[in-house]
DNA sequence: TCTATTGTATGCATATATTCATACACTGCG
DNA sequence: CGCAGTGTATGAATATATGCATACAATAGA
C-alpha cells in the first residue's frame, strides 16, 4: 500500500516562519533518510509529486533536491527519477574542519547512546525526539 | 565575570546553509531563553552587540528581535535595551502531554541538543551519526 | 544640560527566493 | 517509433533579505 515514496512525500510539511521553502524541504528529506525512512537505493518522490504535494513550485523543489546531490545525499537521473544514495555520505559537502569536533561528534554520539540505554530508552526514540526538536522547533498550527 | 549578556552573545553562531540571518539569530536566541540561559528579567545583548560580534547589519539583527518581541519572548525598550519577558509565552503551540517516560525522553533530547550546540556541533552531525550507530548495531555493513 | 547608549527609522543598492509559463533531454515501455 | 514520466533549463515578474549610510527618539547618568 504505502510505498516509501508515499511515506516522504506525507511527512513533508511547510512552516511559514522565514525559512526558505527549499531549505524545509532539504532539512526534512535529510531527516527522513539518516532516520532510516528512505534508505539507501530507495527511490525518492517525485520533484513534480513534491511540487504539487506541498503547493510549490518545481524550480523549488529541484532547489532541494539539487543540494542534496551536491551533498551526496541522493542521486539524480534524468528519466528514472531520484534515488537515495548506496553510500550516504553523512559528512556534508565540503567538512573542511576535521578537528577536534569531529573526534568530539563521535564522542558525544556513543555517550548519548549508552546514557540513553542507561536510562531505559530506546535509541530510535530518542533519534526520532532529536529530528522533531531540530526541524520542528517552533511551528505554527498543522 | 561573564554577564549573561556576554554568554548569550558568545553562544550566536551563523551558518551559511541558506537559513535567513534572522532566522537563525532568532532562533538561537529563542533556545538560550528556553534553557534558562537567559532567564526572565535578563537583558538581551544589545542589538549593535549581536550586529557588530556576527558582522552583520543593525537592521537584520532588529528583524530578529521585533520577531521575539512579536511572539512576547523579550521586550524592547528605547534607550534601555532588549530584556527578556517576565512572563514568557509558550513556546509551542499545543505542548502535548507527556507520559511519564516522555518527559525523560524529552529531557534527554533537550539536553543532548544543548551540549550539542554548546560543542559546536551540527545537530543534524549529531543525529546522523546516532542513526548510523544504532543501525549498525542492528548488523550492517560498516 | 550635555553626553553616551540604545532602540527606531529611512533610502538605496544588490542578491536571493519564489512563482509562472514554457520548453528540452533522457529513460523505459508498448 | 511514439508516448508518458522525470529531471533539466530559461526568462520574466514579484517579494524578501541583506548591507550600507544616515539619521531620529528615548533613557540614564555625570
Redesign the interface.
Known amino acids: 500500500m504505502h510505498t516509501i515514496e508515499h511515506q516522504v512525500l506525507a511527512a513533508l510539511r511547510l512552516k511559514r516562519?522565514?525559512?526558505?521553502i527549499?531549505?524545509q524541504i532539504?532539512?526534512q528529506l535529510?531527516?527522513l533518510i539518516?532516520?532510516?525512512v528512505a534508505p539507501p537505493g530507495a527511490r525518492m518522490p517525485t520533484m513534480r509529486q513534491v511540487a504539487v504535494g506541498l503547493r510549490v513550485d518545481l524550480n523549488t523543489v529541484r532547489h532541494a533536491y539539487e543540494?542534496l546531490q551536491r551533498q551526496g545525499v541522493i542521486v539524480l537521473r534524468r528519466g528514472l527519477g531520484s534515488f537515495v544514495a548506496e553510500r550516504p555520505a553523512?559528512?556534508?559537502p565540503v567538512p573542511p574542519p576535521p578537528g577536534p569536533?569531529e573526534s568530539?561528534?563521535?564522542d558525544?554520539?556513543?555517550r548519548?547512546?549508552s546514557?540513553?540505554r542507561q536510562?531505559?530508552?530506546e535509541?530510535?526514540?530518542?533519534?526520532r525526539?532529536?529530528?522533531e526538536?531540530?526541524s520542528m522547533?517552533?511551528?505554527?498550527?498543522p
Chains 1, 2 share one sequence.
Do not use: H, N, W
Open positions: 516562519d522565514g525559512v526558505p527549499y531549505v532539504r532539512e535529510l531527516d539518516a532516520r532510516g543540494d553523512p559528512a556534508g569536533e568530539s561528534l563521535d558525544m554520539a556513543s548519548v547512546l546514557e540513553a536510562a531505559g530508552l535509541p530510535l526514540d530518542l533519534i525526539r532529536l529530528a526538536l531540530t522547533r517552533k511551528g505554527d498550527e
